[in-house]
């Protein structure tokens, strides 16, 4: 560009040359650019659409977050990262993704000479959180990484340091908060439009016959704690507006000890404590098919049943109806869309790093609290 404006300047300077022989003089000096214009905004040029590379081509990403990149308007499926070379080939003619988009677990550090991929988007079981995650950061691309965000906290802060360390946006992929119902229920409970909140009571669940998947493998992030335990966190702390101050009690079980072995939870219960004095009693299960949020608030309750789903979530409330309908997958393409806008436009992610390493902690107080029969302060 400063090329660029010299030549210019010298055109308007040369009184005594003609137009052409000006023309002539820039063109000796600057041809190239004047030829390929490209070349001169290629470091420059900001994208409007960011290319997303999935990691992990299981159940949710091939049922729910490819289909939501065709709808998407922010981003788009870019490549993938796969240890199932049936699987890239049938991704590759599915979705038209070049042979250079295409990784495996062993070559993936080299996405980082790949310009097409903006976004590395971690779908692994929990277990594999961490270490891809940080893969990722360190090869400059910024992470969304699906929920539960890790096993351990301590996983969850080497995760926040890599993405801050090397100036990378990191984002969980708690859906729900990009979508309108829980918006608008929340916005209710901030606001204070019914008063204090004086009690919750959520629970989210579904009936799991699997007995191999990484949910029934302690090792690799499984129990219902880490799963459906985070909806039934999220329902407590967004129904109160507030973060507990304790696990008051808590209790995980099972019905079936072959398929959950080892002191694997089935089913968690718990009673969270928070400021006031105030309680949330939370149920999670891999036992029963179970979806609904209770608000007690001073002026009247919020209701909703199901309050997690994919779609479908519905409620009353004094104020009136929470029904914004869709269709599956909207609420991926929703969270995909305002995370790549977001990072486009150099703002803070709506759920970062912090706010799945805050749920990680409760889990990890409830398993605390379940083992020892105690209070335990957050």
Known sequence: MLIFIYFTEKILTMHQQSRRDALKTLAMGSGALLLS???????????????????????????????ALQQTKNCYLAGIVTGTPSKAE???????IPEKNIYNYQNFDTIANNPDIDVVYVVLPPS????????????????????PMAITEKECKEMIDACNKNKKSLAIGYRLHHEPNT?????????????????VDCAAGYRDDRTSHWKQKKEMGGGVSYDMGVYAIQGARLGMGMEPVAIATAKTSTTRPEIYKNGLDETMEATLEFPGGV?????STFGENTNFMNISCEKGDIKLAPYSAYNGIKGTSPLGEINTAYEVPWQ??????DNAMNIMQKKPMLVPGEEGLRDIRIVEAIHKSADTGQRVPL
């Open 279 to 283: 309680f949330a009693h939370i149920k």
């Open 128 to 147: 594999m959180h961490k270490e891809y995650v940080i893969r990722a950061a360190n090869a400059g691309k910024d992470v969304w990484c699906e929920k």
């Open 90 to 96: 049938a991704w590759k003619a599915k979705y038209n």
């Open 37 to 67: 214009p490209g070349i001169l905004l290629a470091g420059t040029r900001k994208k409007d659409r960011l290319g997303v590379a999935l990691v992990g081509l299981g159940y949710y990403s091939t049922d729910l977050l490819a289909p």
């Open 332 to 337: 991926q393409a929703k969270q995909m869309d």
């Open 183 to 199: 918006q608008e229920y929340t916005r209710i409970v901030n606001q204070h439009l019914l008063g204090k909140v004086k009690q």
